[in-house]
């Protein structure tokens, strides 16, 4: 069973447009190719990555296919489609189902100034598309109201595939606990939908001083209502350089997970994306 980062970025400044990415960012705001990535997977031992959209824009979804035509090592990408653009999507998948690693959808549905954008008629039919074509939607939630948007979607849309970026981002700098346990638990009782052990580094405080003890009570909560089954592993890279480096993320999830039984442990690192994703196997 190979190793997967299920969810890593690229993105390059100079031929790109990417507004949230400004000065402010401090360390990532400069240009990442797979160049700078590849000696660090190979220093973790992992053999495939799922590239994920960094904008909601065809530029960036053709790059990321791009990539993934000249680099192996991506498995899947997930792109974009303006799915509160239903025709529009449509035709947009069409072209894009075409390449053999185009896997999934994804919208910065936190940038969107309405926080109920994802739950919109138009977005709801935009998400069908994705149901009838069996592509999953990565879910960005970031608010606990996006968090509580999933079961929805479970009702509203029969049959789409979900999967929860960075586990909703738990407060754990706070060592907070709800209304995220919960809202989490209530998303885990929709059978389609999986969660990402990704980008908790950021979201654990001081890039010096988090461990993976610190990650470790909110990873196993989702062990717990999810099952290893439907969880899979991320390092959340370029943005994990915000609080730490790949060898850090990769060590200290480790930590972790720690607890889980070896079939488990694999299911997580490698197993549920390589199911999710569908990827195939690298050629020779």
Not at 133 to 156: M, S, Y
Not at 196 to 206: E, F, R, Y
């Amino acid at each position: 069973m190979p190793v997967v980062d299920a969810h890593q970025h690229f993105w390059n400044l100079e031929t790109g447009s990417y507004p949230w990415l400004t000065p402010e960012a401090g360390p990532i705001h400069r240009t990442f190719e797979p160049a700078e990535l590849i000696p660090q997977l190979a220093a973790a031992g992992v053999d495939r990555t799922v590239l994920v959209q960094s904008m909601d824009s065809y530029a960036d979804t053709d790059a990321m296919l791009a990539q993934a035509d000249a680099h192996p090592f991506i498995g899947a990408v997930v792109g974009w489609v303006p799915l509160d653009r239903p025709d529009e999507a449509a035709a947009a998948l069409e072209r894009y189902r075409r390449h053999p690693r185009f896997a999934g959808v994804r919208h910065l549905i936190h940038d969107e100034p309405d926080p109920d954008w994802v739950v919109r008629d138009a977005v709801i039919e935009g998400l069908g598309l994705l149901a009838a074509a069996g592509l999953p939607f990565d879910v960005v939630a970031v608010l606990p109201r996006h968090l509580e948007h999933v079961p929805v979607l479970a009702e509203r849309v029969p049959g789409l595939r979900m999967v929860i970026d960075h586990l909703a981002k738990p407060p754990i700098a706070e060592k907070g606990w709800e209304p995220w346990a919960s809202a989490l638990a209530r998303a885990a009782e929709c059978p389609g939908v999986y969660a990402k052990v990704s980008g908790l580094n950021t979201a654990a405080g001081d890039a010096e001083t988090w461990t993976g003890e610190d990650l470790r009570p909110y990873v196993e909560h989702a062990i717990e209502v999810f099952g290893a089954e439907r969880l899979m592993f991320g390092s959340d890279w370029p943005v994990a350089v915000l609080a730490g480096d790949y060898a850090k993320v990769w060590r200290e999830t480790g930590v972790a997970l720690a607890g889980l039984p070896g079939d488990a442990r694999a299911a997580v690192l490698g197993g549920t994306a390589t199911r999710f994703y569908g990827i195939r196997e690298i050629e020779s």
